[in-house]
């Protein structure tokens, strides 16, 4: 299964784009990623039943996907060990960002972005490559 970055629609109305999946060339299968699955679920839930014609960027809502997004558009041919490689990177790099927010923050007194940034900081935070990717590539 390779990592793939696709769209996801909803109620034939909704494009979510770049949902980081797993995907299957030979059965034609997609799986979503694990840990962005609960972010993706509740974006889904947020949207209702009867939601209305949109386009949703995923990457604005995890940052895991956005991470992912940055990576794949950049090195789009990377093996799987370079992109293990950039991406342990570009984790430890957006939490360093993250917690430079999270004092600003903080120091703010702004209690909407500290929880912002605390839910970003957590989608990155429990993110370990070889427990989703050992076995994927």
């Not at 600003?104 to 972005?113: Q, R």
Request: with cysteine; aromatic share 10%.
């Amino acid at each position: 299964m390779e990592l793939e970055l696709r769209t996801v629609v909803y109620a034939k109305k909704v494009e979510i784009r770049n949902v980081p999946v797993f995907a299957c060339t030979d059965c034609v299968s997609y799986e979503v990623l694990p840990p962005v699955k609960p972010d993706l679920t509740e974006c889904i839930n947020t949207l209702g039943e009867q939601p209305v014609k949109q386009d949703v960027s995923f990457g604005e809502r995890n940052e895991l996907a956005d991470l992912f997004h940055e990576l794949l558009l950049a090195w789009p041919d990377a093996t799987d060990r370079e992109m293990e490689y950039r991406m342990q990177q570009a984790v430890e790099e957006r939490i360093n960002l993250l917690l430079d927010i999270m004092g600003y923050a903080t120091k703010s007194g702004d209690a909407a972005w500290i929880e912002t940034t605390e839910r970003r900081l957590s989608q990155l935070s429990g993110f370990v490559w070889q427990e989703y990717f050992s076995n994927a590539v």
